[in-house]
């Protein structure tokens, strides 16, 4: 099922002037071989896609960037491993460099136990990379303030966190999420925490724009199959935020009406 | 002696395109970048570029990450 087939029309996912086909961004990260991150490509549909910088390693085997290249997708780079905005900055430059875009996804880590962005360095990185005309998607925490001060200094969207990098926790904090969407005037992406499709689609019906994905298509126990699942969810939760939810009640009330109801008391003997 | 990746090499005034050529990678190739102590080297500055002694090169290539 896709939204093509579906008769309803929606507005195009617009992130730092450029229109995107897919509402759902894939990690390269975590793959184990080249072909299947192709195929999880294909299954998710996705024409963004995240990728990073290492040493050269002389023993590689297989090119990445040719792979991406016959998928047809856009590359966006990340800063992934950075702890400081200095090196955070240079990184992206080096990207620049490498891919030949100024598309950064903006990661500014506080330390290697939760990879939980650190704030301060995250904002002045995202300040000094917006000035030198790079078009930043930081990866934040989920603080309506941070996300607000990020949009402030000219980020192109703000991807918060739904819970750790790669913990498969889902959404910890819906609220702060809904907050975010509330008053964001850039896209809003979740970007880490997704562990399986359910989690995709909670944050498309909280309002996300998009969701970034890697880690639960990369690790799951088949990933061509978790990415269809989480294509379709992005898709589903899409259309469920625009069709509007039925408010939460603490009651019961009944679908078919009492009106009418037939009388079928017995006779009073 | 400079250092190529945490390397030590005996490759003092070698040029970036010469150490990226040892690593077995093209000058031109996509997805390649080049920073010597912590400053980007621009692609167009590679088969000019000598590396002096103790210097640091960092020899970057495209790799998966989410």
Known sequence: MSTEQIPVTDTPFEVGGRTLRSRLILGTGGFKRLETLAEAIRATRAELVTIALRRIDPKARGSLTDVLDECGVELLPNTAGCYT???????????????????????????????????????????????????????TNDDPILARRLEDVGCAAVMPLGSPIGSGMGIRNPYNLSLIVERANVPVILDA???????????????????LCASAIARAHDPVAMAHAIRAAVEAG????????????????ASTPDDGLADLTPPVE | MIFVNGEPRERTGATIAELLSDLGVEARARGVAVAVDGEVVPRAEWPARRVNDGERVEALSAMQGG
């Not at chain 1, 900055?89 to 990661?107: H, I, Q, S, Y």
């Not at chain 1, 500014?108 to 917006?130: F, H, K, N, Q």
């Not at chain 1, 899409?238 to 939460?248: D, K, N, S, T, V």
Request: glycine share 10%; with cysteine; charged share 30%.
């Open chain 1, 85 to 139: 905005a200095r090196d955070a900055v240079v990184t992206a430059k080096l990207a620049r460099e490498a891919f030949g875009t100024d598309w950064v996804k903006l990661e500014v880590i506080g330390d290697d136990r939760t990879l939980l962005p650190d704030a301060p360095e995250l904002l002045l990185a995202a300040e000094e990379l917006v000035d030198d005309g790079f078009t930043v998607l930081p990866y």
């Open chain 1, 193 to 211: 925490g997704v562990g399986t499709a359910s989690d995709a689609a909670l944050a498309m019906e909280l309002g996300c724009d998009g969701v």
């Open chain 1, 238 to 253: 899409r259309l469920a935020r625009g069709a509007g939810r039925i408010p939460r009640r603490l009651h019961a009330e």
